[in-house]
């Protein structure tokens, strides 16, 4: 025990908090106060993997992380859709997910806001056009729910993931 | 060569630098059965099996098996004819045989004959988003997305008796993490039965690679499990490599296995922080899940990628480092590995994580054996199996035979074990990849890789979760005729539902996070 309480005294935060602010100081505080503005509470994120590849989850996971500590800039993500108001939504939605994510996105209370993540899941580049419509795919996430806002990447960096997180509360 | 003494199949060694692989054509039904038993006898594995339809090459359709032996692969082809094509059911033999010809029949529309009570004819990857006689990987089966998408009933096997019941839970699970059904048949808490169906993440890449272009397949194989994106993309390029026979150059060779062990480590940093994490240190989470950052962030800077997608190419690598890149890599071992060390100390010396990880999801050597386990997960019951490293009769591919890896085994079987083995190979990676920034050797990085029509190689790589395989045939025009990727986790997935019997339904999330298998490396 001696050794975890110093392992976390010599560690301290590192959440990146400023000096310096810089560009991704700034974004994060941004969304910070625009999560606070527009909804006046925490917003919360079910994500559903649609068909992706797992790569996308791995970066959604990161911003988790101390770095980007996610949960202490007011948005937390949720266990269910019931509970949630954002679905992050990673593709391409394969024909095997179709109506799990449509019962998913049911069960979404307002504002319901969605996020397609990746380029498969927004059906845009070389991967999207790769991972389009097939027999077992219907491709992009808009072409199975709403999509209020597209983060392309392959995988987005966690830094756009917040930027296309904030782009869609700044919808409504 | 003769590999087996009671079959006469005559097997040519495949060339090129690549792991140990012997190919070999069974003539009937009958002698690809006698091939699975004299594996089975000698000790040996199922490592992958899928069909194809050669029918548009005016043959008929042909099944690849590749088994494991301790010398190296075997892979083995038996034809079939155009007209109801049929092979002897495998899994009485290798029980992990079952799903792979399942989904093989899904695919391609060739059955199995006999087996245990008659078969399993259950679909797989099949859910009802096409027809069960339409089969996509068939040459005249064109890209259809307008069939009605009905989702089907599955049989889950029913189990009864006072006070039993079922938990089901899925596709969605609570957590960022993929899609999958797991059935839980419990008394009380105590799990009795847990029966898993996959398939939710199928999106026909195999199809999808049918015609294409190599260097469009190697897109495509990068991200049949992105957490695996090198140990596929060096996979593929390994077999694509020996259909066209031409060898990477030394520098090409030791930058990949330098991106393979990041990705080893980059994976188990990030296993070590949910082992933490769901038995409630989440001390853990946020430590490992720093150290994990600084790891991709080096990747970004020097690769280009913070996973290094689309990095390992037919013929090399798209990417080179200098001496500055090599002495940030250095350095960064070198921190990473006093920070793990110590917080090894923590997690070994903690009694509330302990608790929950010793003689929890208990696999033996025996049963690891049964189910053709590779990997991380076998070697936590004691087996030394990894293609990288030195055994009798045994020589792994370049660079790894001049690294004289040390293989990590922990012989509990149980959460603790697979753990264990984490801390141990994250070491080992970390001694690796300083042993290959000091040699790392000069030359080329990329060799013009020239398509041979009718090629056909299959690509073996120790992916950090296990033995990755890759076969590749090209068609007369020098594109993607077939390209299978299987992912250990086909065999990992059925030794989960054996780990959790006996456990309590709430130790599950942490012994499914123990192995980690992958969802979208299986359902492709």
Known sequence: MIHLLKRILRTGIVSEAPPPPGEMQREMDRLQDEVLKILGRALTIREV?????????????????????IEGRSIKFVASPRHADMLLVTGPVTKNMENALKIAYDCTPDPKLVVAVGDCGCGCGEIGALFGPNYATCGAVENVIPVDVRVPGCPPAPLALMQGILAAIKTR | ?????????????????????????TNDSEELKDVAAAVHLAGGRIAALWGSDCRA????????????????????????????????D??????????????????????????????????????????ADWYPLRHDAGNHDGFSNEPSDYDFVPMGGEGAHEIPVGPIHAGIIEPGHFRFSVIGERVLRLEQRLGYQHKGIEQRAIGADIVTGAKLVGRV?????????????????????IEPSPRALALRAVMLER??????????????????????????????????????????????????VPGGVAIDLDARALAAIVAQCEAIDREVGELRAIYDEHAGLQD??????????????????????ARATGMILDGRVYRQGYTPPAPYAELGVRPATDERGDVAARAAVRFDEVFESLRLLRLLAAGMPAGETRREVAPVAGGNGVGVIEGWRGEVVVGVRLDAAGRLARMHPHDPSWQAWPALEHAVLKDIVPDFPLINKSFNLSYAGQDI
Request: aromatic share 10%.
């Open chain 2, 225 to 245: 499990s992105g957490d695996s994106t090198c140990a596929f993309a060096w996979a593929y390029a390994a077999a694509v490599e020996a259909a066209c026979a």
């Open chain 1, 49 to 69: 993997d649609a068909g992706s590849c797992n790569a996308c989850e791995l970066e959604i996971h990161a911003l988790n992380n101390p770095y980007y500590n």
């Open chain 2, 1 to 25: 060569m003769y590999l087996f003494d009671d079959v006469p199949i005559n097997f040519t060694p495949q060339p090129g630098p690549g792991a140990p692989l012997w190919q070999g054509r």
């Open chain 2, 57 to 88: 090459e005016g043959k008929g359709f042909r099944i690849d098996c590749v088994f494991g032996l301790n010398e190296g692969h075997v892979c083995v082809r038996l034809d079939l004819p155009e007209d109801a094509p049929a092979y002897p």
């Open chain 2, 263 to 312: 990705e080893r480590v980059a994976n188990h940093l990030g296993d070590l922080a949910m082992l933490g994490n769901d038995a409630a240190l989440s001390f853990g989470l946020s430590q490992f899940f720093r150290l994990k950052e600084d790891w991709v962030r080096l990747s970004a800077e020097f690769f280009g990628h913070r996973f290094m997608m689309d990095r390992i």
């Open chain 2, 356 to 377: 929950r990880y010793l003689t929890t999801g208990i696999i033996d050597t025996a049963l690891a054996r049964e189910l053709s386990l590779t990997g991380m997960a």
């Open chain 2, 90 to 131: 495998l899994s009485g033999i290798f029980p992990a045989a079952n799903r792979m010809q399942r989904a093989t029949r899904d695919l391609v529309g060739i059955a199995t004959t006999g087996g245990p009570n008659g078969g399993d004819v259950r679909p797989w990857l099949r859910h009802g988003a096409w027809p």
